[in-house]
């Protein structure tokens, strides 16, 4: 399988490269004896599934009725850690997802990358709001500080979505950040308090939106500086975003802006075409909020 990205981390110490997936995944099949049923929906409105990231497992439901849902992703390890969601094509199981990430060439088709809560420094929560249909999942955690993926030390969780009953609307979002080869394109400046973000990933390849709290008094330069060395401390910490999502889809994510920071928006993903982090390719944008 072709090499992908991890999502890179920024407290701590951050490996900016992509993975070369040859690793076992653990975990049992999606399809293992869980069985179809309904599942009663509440209220239209997005439901909330609470994840927590440890080192290195999720802990996590293992059903949950289909729909607009929140994940709420809180990282409880001492490493960086976030959750990427993959939504498996018909009768496949992370068996065959880690046959897949075994084998040189691109992700196979039937593995689509849904996005998910971006990561999140330790102690913190991330989320992330999308429409899951009826099928098999799969959370997985890219990371890579330096060592082995952490999905390959077992970070890896089934989840199997099932229908329901109530269908769900939208959240409303403040605003809406599209992406594109290769930036970001903000419907609106951002402004101070809580907000709730529509990204749309309008690109020709996946794309992530991985937000960074600068430092006071550091800026997008200080970090591609730090990025290219990474020695000494990080000049920011990770405060979530969407992880990385395919073309054409849709998701949200609600953060908290302070006054007069600085923030980052920076995508990870390695290039189709060269195999190079997007940030290489400009997709870094510094903001201020007013």
């Excluded at 890219?142 to 199997?160: E, I, Q, S, W, Y």
Aim: hydrophobic share 45%.
């Amino acid at each position: 399988m072709a090499t992908l990205t991890t999502i890179v981390g920024v407290l701590g110490s951050v490996a900016v490269a992509g993975l070369s997936i040859n690793s076992t995944i653990g975990g049992r099949g999606l399809a293992a004896a869980v069985p179809e049923r309904v599942v009663a929906a509440p209220a239209a409105k997005a439901r909330v599934v609470r994840v927590t990231g440890e080192d290195f497992k999720f802990n996590a439901p293992d059903v949950i009725p289909a729909g607009l849902t929140e994940f709420r992703f809180l990282n409880k390890g001492p490493s960086l850690h976030h959750m990427t969601i993959i939504k498996l094509g018909a009768n496949k199981t992370i068996d065959d997802l880690r046959a897949a990430f075994a084998n040189p060439g691109p992700p196979p088709a039937w593995a689509k990358i849904m996005g998910g809560p971006n990561a999140a420094d330790t102690g913190l929560e991330s989320n992330a709001t999308l429409m899951l249909e009826p099928g098999n999942y799969a959370l997985v955690c890219f990371v890579d500080l330096g060592g082995p993926p952490h999905f390959a030390k077992g970070m890896v969780r089934p989840l199997r979505v099932v229908p329901a009953k109530v269908a769900d609307t939208r959240p409303k979002a403040d605003l809406t950040a599209t992406l594109i080869d290769y930036s970001f394109r903000l419907s609106s400046p951002i402004r101070a308090g809580t907000h709730t973000i529509r990204v749309h990933n309008a690109a020709s390849q996946d794309h992530e939106v991985q937000l960074i709290e600068l430092a006071a008094g550091k800026t997008l330069g200080d970090l591609m500086a730090w990025l290219s060395k990474m020695e000494g401390p990080p000049p920011g910490k990770a405060v979530g975003g969407v992880a990385g999502m395919a073309p054409g889809l849709n998701e949200y994510f609600t953060a908290d802006f302070s006054s007069g920071t600085r923030y980052v928006l920076i995508c990870f993903i390695p290039d189709a075409k060269d195999g190079k982090p997007h940030f290489a390719h400009g997709m870094a944008q510094q903001i201020t909020v007013r």
